[in-house]
């Protein structure tokens, strides 16, 4: 098969041909027909994840069709239409038997611990608890876009950060997690407050949803502008990873406030939490990693009623061989939607 595949951290990425990937006895193999570009896959393009082992295929934002299937994996068949979360579970662990697939004790992720979907094939084990099934009413690309950072902001909005209608939630950083974050805010009846430092994706921001935006290019004061618009937001989503943003994040809440950190700080930075705010308002400080399987449905639902529309966030489609100038340039933050590739 053809796939995108460096064989150092920050080496040059290319498009080889390698061997097809078999499936386990739990879990499938599936035709890739469309892979998004995510920041994550520069961080560990970069070398800033441990968990990946060179040479390396990436990519775990993916959509496709089932392929061939483990003898002993059961929920699905060949021709079927799948997407999966971006950390996969075990099913045995006591984790994932409390249904918190995204934190097994033995997760694994493609693109990370294993080849990825950058890929013209993709292999996932233990598919009966980490395949999600797709409508037809659901395109590939569409559903590619949802793997890490759509349904990622799905669970800090609605199930960590609990948005009600009428709250205030602010979110740091208009990159796909930060707008998907805001389509799903508003759609849940929240205000939210935009802020980054390109006007242009504030633009977008205020097209999704986004009841004020602020421009932290311009705005010394991050926290105090969001105390004059609201009074302190109710919810507050560091969607970038960034030690400025994480603490602008907490001081821009007010009491009982909940700050859902996303965005993965590069390893070498340390963040210092202003433990004085944290204690006298107090916040709650909440992490969020991903969505397990099993909790896609009501976004699905969403989706396929059109209360959500993440296909307006795709910025363009491209094919495999265009691939490795995106990821190795990501870090530009020079372009406005997600990226996906869906011609290999």
């Not at 094939?121 to 395109?139: G, Q």
């Not at 990693?289 to 989706?303: L, T, V």
């Amino acid at each position: 098969m053809r796939a995108a595949y460096y064989s150092e951290f920050e080496g040059p990425v290319t498009i080889e041909s390698v061997a097809d990937p078999e499936p386990a006895p739990h879990g499938v193999v599936i035709r890739v027909e469309a892979s998004g570009l995510c920041l994550s896959d520069w961080h560990g393009w970069k070398g800033h994840d441990p968990d990946i082992t060179l040479p390396h295929v990436p990519g775990h934002e993916l959509a496709g069709v089932v392929e061939a299937v483990g003898q002993k994996a059961r929920s699905c068949k060949p021709g079927d239409r799948v997407t999966v979360p971006f950390v996969c579970g075990c099913g045995a662990c006591p984790q994932c038997d409390a249904g918190q697939q995204q934190v097994c004790d033995r997760q694994f992720q493609p693109g990370f611990t294993h080849w990825g979907s950058f890929a013209e094939y993709v292999a996932i084990d233990y598919a009966d608890v980490n395949l999600v099934h797709l409508p037809e009413s659901i395109d590939f690309v569409t559903a590619a876009s949802l793997g890490c950072r759509f349904a990622t902001a799905f669970r800090a909005v609605m199930e960590q950060g609990k948005v009600s209608p009428g709250q205030w939630v602010a979110v740091h950083g208009c990159g796909g997690v930060g707008l998907s974050a805001i389509m799903i805010a508003r759609a849940a009846g929240a205000q939210p407050i935009a802020i980054d430092i390109s006007d242009s994706k504030l633009r977008l921001a205020r097209k999704l949803g986004a009841v004020e935006s602020i421009n932290a290019r311009s705005e010394s004061d991050i926290a105090g502008q969001i105390m004059q618009i609201c009074g302190g937001a109710h919810v507050s989503i560091d969607a970038l990873g960034d030690p400025e943003i994480f603490g602008n994040s907490i001081t821009c809440l007010r009491k009982h406030g909940r700050h859902i950190q996303v965005g993965i700080l590069d390893p070498a930075c340390t963040a210092a939490a202003p433990t004085a705010v944290i204690i006298a308002r107090e916040l709650q400080i909440l992490g969020s990693h991903g969505m397990q399987a099993h909790r896609y449905p009501p976004m699905i639902k969403m989706i396929s009623d059109g209360a959500l529309q993440p296909w307006v966030l795709v910025g363009e489609t491209i094919g495999l061989d265009e691939l490795p100038g995106r990821l190795a340039n990501m870090d530009r933050f020079d372009r406005s939607g997600v990226s996906i590739v869906d011609r290999f």
